[in-house]
């Protein structure tokens, strides 16, 4: 269970820096670049921590599984 | 003739036009033709596409007033390929030069041997199954690239210098113009690349699963003994790239006295 709730919450913050992505993408076609690279730095902040949530879940899965099935 | 050197040919004939060109420019000093010139020996000897890829990059930055003023455009199209090739060609390199096998089809059919062996048992952190996650690996970033490359064709297609950013943000033309392709491909590249990691850290057998999860909880929990670890490792490093070069120059030596 727990992991199905930490694998939600992970994807819920790639759709988060996903979304301020297309923020700054709105930015950098209006030729705000300044606003659009900080934005920017932040998505991608979100993005990895998201992306180790979910990886780092993934893996505890894994090895939990072979656990039970030795 | 063998695959390495049919590179090595394919690459001089890609980038010679584009450094001829670069070494005729009569915009350029003397200065800039000497640092050219060397890097085009580097790029002969050591065929790194990424060198060559900078080596555009600077001419691109050097001409890109002069290019303004030329009524034809550049050959986009060739261009395009050249880069391509080029990339795909340094994948291939590094890739081989990781894995050791001599050919994509060796690559692929290797693959297919490890998937049946691993779907019977799971395979602990051999050679085999290190060539499993080449093989996967090498078709995943060959595909990002190319789409990555696309996205850049139309996004330099797409996007065209605002005179006005000057009075705006202090910025000319160019320099604004690759500050946005930059952050338009820096959002496209992680949207690509996701779903691409992402699927294959699915296939993480158990034994990969534990290594990643002790290595992380390492770091979290006793930095100290990450950084030991990270020392040790360099130094074994050291010991076998200073223990490879003397194998070669004993081997050069041999071979001369063969000859």
Known sequence: MFFWIRELIGW???????????????????????QAGIIVVASIAVMRMS???????TAARISQQSEQTD | MGPR???????????GPVL????????????????????LLLGLTRCSAPLLLILIQLDLYLTVSTLYAVEDPPEPVISFFCVVLLMLLSRLRSSQELTGVRSIAQLLTSKVHTKR??????????????????GSEILGVAARSLLL????????????????????YGLTPSGMHTLSIGLILCAGYLII????????????????????????????????????????????RKQA???????NHSYSTYSKEAD
């Open chain 1, 12 to 34: 819920t913050l790639l759709a988060v820096s996903l979304y301020l992505i297309s923020i700054a993408l709105g930015f950098a076609e209006s030729r705000q670049v300044i």
């Open chain 1, 51 to 57: 992306v180790l949530l979910i990886r780092m879940n």
């Open chain 2, 5 to 15: 050197k049919l590179r090595y040919v394919i690459g001089i004939l890609c980038i």
């Open chain 2, 20 to 39: 001829i060109w670069q070494l005729q420019n009569p915009y350029y000093t003397l200065a800039v033709r000497l640092v050219f010139a060397g890097l």
């Open chain 2, 117 to 134: 062996s691993s779907s019977e048992h799971a395979a602990p952190m051999g050679s085999d199954h290190r060539l499993q996650v080449a």
């Open chain 2, 149 to 168: 490359v696309l996205a850049a064709a139309l996004m330099l297609a797409i996007l065209t210098p605002d005179p006005s950013s000057v009075q705006e």
């Open chain 2, 193 to 236: 690349s996701l779903p691409f990691s992402e699927f294959h850290w699915r296939h993480l057998t158990p034994n990969q699963a534990g290594i990643y999860l002790r290595s992380r909880f390492i770091g979290w929990l006793h930095h100290d003994l990450r950084g030991i670890e990270r020392r040790r490792r360099r130094h074994r």
């Open chain 2, 241 to 247: 790239h200073r223990h490879r070069r003397a194998q």
